[in-house]
């Protein structure tokens, strides 16, 4: 028999949801078996809750999962996965009903979660579940031909965040909030009319500035930390898009950004 339990009530740890993750990710859409401590930090920056997370138990083993973090009235699914041989069976839709019911219950306004074009199954799963689209998101990796940092200087991460957001026409996805990121290894370059943000390997997290040649030096001078991956840009930004085009950047993953209303 399976049991549906939250992760606090499974008595179940860490290393037993790291080696159900890498199971059930075996034959995701693209390659994902992150070491023990990459997972372990994964979650722990993405704000991983014990007691809103949910997995499903047989035979003292995670067959299935769905990691769940809480940031006020809001929830977001950090990531969802059932092992290969026990798919099939309606385990993530038992899942993903509890960690809801989980959230209704707790006076959670709405359910976060983004999914990568083409996972099709994980994304009729979620519209069964009740969410929708709400936009569309680019990742993509780039080596700037001419990295430049003479526009901008280090700053402090409160500084450049504000005038980020004072420059930007969208929000950052969960993983790139300012309350997700304020505990990480950041790198702040502001710029007169803008700024970046980037962490560790040069992810840029956030990024506006007021006009296309403000982002230009922005990007040039973000390019200096070295080769940068961008998650989760709103697709709808066409400055950077045409921009990140022009430098050569390679668009490597599309997602969709879902919410449920509670
Ligand atoms: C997506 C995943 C979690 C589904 O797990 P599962 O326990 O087999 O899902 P369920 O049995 O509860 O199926 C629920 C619904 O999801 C959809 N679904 C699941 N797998 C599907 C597939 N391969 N093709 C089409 N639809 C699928 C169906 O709508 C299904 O409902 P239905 O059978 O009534 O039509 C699982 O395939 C998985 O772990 N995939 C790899 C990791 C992954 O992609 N995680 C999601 C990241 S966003």
């Known amino acids: 028999m399976t049991r549906i339990v939250s992760f606090s009530e499974s008595g179940l740890d860490l290393g037993d949801l790291h080696g159900a993750m890498l199971a059930a990710f075996s034959d995701y859409i693209v390659p994902l078996q992150p070491d023990a401590a990459t997972f372990r ?154 700024g970046v943000i980037i962490g560790a390997g040069g992810l840029v997290h956030q990024i506006a500035a007021s006009e296309t040649s403000a982002l230009e030096d922005v990007i040039a001078t973000a390019a200096t930390v070295g080769s940068l991956t961008l998650v989760n840009v709103d697709s709808a930004d066409s400055a950077l898009f045409s921009l990140l085009q022009e430098l050569g950047a390679h668009r490597f993953i599309v997602q969709s950004e879902m919410r449920l209303s509670l």
């Open 41 to 194: 930090a994964a979650l722990t920056s993405r704000g991983f809750d014990p007691e809103a997370s949910f997995v499903a138990v047989e035979e003292g083993d995670i067959v299935g999962f769905w990691n769940v973090a809480k940031r006020g009235t809001k929830r977001y699914l950090i990531g969802s996965g059932t092992r290969i041989g026990s798919r099939g069976q309606g385990l993530a839709s038992r899942l993903g009903k509890a960690a809801i019911q989980a959230a209704q219950n707790s006076g959670t306004d709405s359910f976060w979660l983004e999914v990568i074009e083409g996972n099709t199954g994980a994304e009729r799963l979620y519209r069964k579940l009740g969410f929708a689209v709400t936009r569309k998101l680019d990742c993509y990796r780039l080596d700037h031909p001419s990295p430049d940092r003479s526009s901008c200087e280090l700053s402090d991460f409160g500084t450049v965040a504000n005038i980020i957001q004072r420059y930007s026409s969208w929000k950052p996805t969960w993983q790139n909030a300012k309350e997700t990121i304020c505990g990480a290894q950041l790198t702040s370059f502001l710029h007169d009319r803008g």
